[in-house]
Nanobody
Framework: VQLQASGGGLVQTGGSLRLSCAAS????????MGWFRQAIGKERDFVAA????????YYSDSVQGRFTISRDNAKNTVYLQMNSLKPEDTAVYYC?????????????????WGQGTLVTVSS
C-alpha cells in the first residue's frame, strides 16, 4: 500500500482544513487507517483512526469533537476533517495503514506511511 497525504496549509485559529490520504496498491479496504501528527521537537502522536470493516472511529482526547475521520473505499481515500483549529494543532500530519491486528493507537504497529502534510495554525 502506498499512501499520499495532501491538504495541509496555513489557517487561522478557528478555521478548518480537510486532509486527504490517497492509497494505491492492493487491499486498501482491508486496512485500518490512521492519522498521526508530529510537531517540531515532539513525538509522533495518534490523532484519529477508522477501522476497515464497520468503520468505527477513534480519536485522541485533544481532537475529539473537532476532527472527523472518514473513508471512501471506492476512491481508496481517507479524510481528516479538522474544524475549530488551534495553534497547538500545528504539526506535520501523517496518514498510515494498519493491516488487521495491532493497536490502532500505536504508531509502531502501522505498516505503511504517507509522506506527511504540514498544517500550520496561526494565532
Amino acid at each position: 500500500v502506498q499512501l499520499q497525504a495532501s491538504g495541509g496549509g496555513l489557517v487561522q485559529t478557528g478555521g478548518s482544513l480537510r486532509l486527504s490520504c490517497a492509497a494505491s496498491g492492493r487491499n486498501f479496504t482491508n486496512n485500518n487507517m490512521g492519522w498521526f501528527r508530529q510537531a517540531i521537537g515532539k513525538e509522533r502522536d495518534f490523532v484519529a483512526a477508522i477501522t476497515w470493516g464497520r468503520e468505527i472511529t477513534y480519536y485522541s482526547d485533544s481532537v475529539q469533537g473537532r476532527f472527523t475521520i472518514s473513508r471512501d473505499n471506492a476512491k481508496n481515500t481517507v479524510y481528516l476533517q479538522m474544524n475549530s483549529l488551534k495553534p497547538e494543532d500545528t504539526a506535520v500530519y501523517y496518514c498510515a495503514a494498519l493491516p488487521r491486528g495491532g493497536s490502532i493507537y500505536r504508531k509502531d504497529d502501522y505498516a505503511y506511511w504517507g509522506q506527511g502534510t504540514l498544517v500550520t495554525v496561526s494565532s
